[in-house]
């Protein structure tokens, strides 16, 4: 499965039960209704949303809940990320914790915001 290359987000969400299949669902419907302008796509093999440019992707691993809202998107949460493992653009959300969906889609309209406000820019030049 690791090496295969989903066409869908719902082909994607196909290979997986239990916990993380509950988890994709839950933050998949989070992010529709937060950032309801972004367009679903697989992007790096991962489901993700896509205005003017990609917002956010998430993606199952073995033991959390893997989310990537570029870097923007975690420095400018850093302190309300503080009790998760983060890096470069990406935060880990253990399957044996409550997602924090509030956070998740506050994290997605910051990134929506800064794809308006770079593409604006794009335009100006």
Known sequence: MMNAKPETVEEYLSWFSGPQ????????????EAIPDAKEVISYHMPAFKTTEVLVYYAAAKSHLGYYP?????????????????SKGAIQF????????????????????????RATLKKKR
Not at 21 to 32: A, H
Not at 70 to 86: I, Q
């Open 21 to 32: 299949r509950e988890q994709l669902e839950l933050i998949r419907k989070v992010l529709r």
């Open 70 to 86: 570029t870097n923007s998107g975690v420095e400018e949460f850093k302190k309300e990320l503080a009790e998760y493992v983060t």
């Open 94 to 117: 253990p399957y044996d914790r409550e997602l924090p969906l509030d956070l998740i889609a506050q994290i997605a309209q910051f990134r929506a915001e800064e794809a308006k406000f």
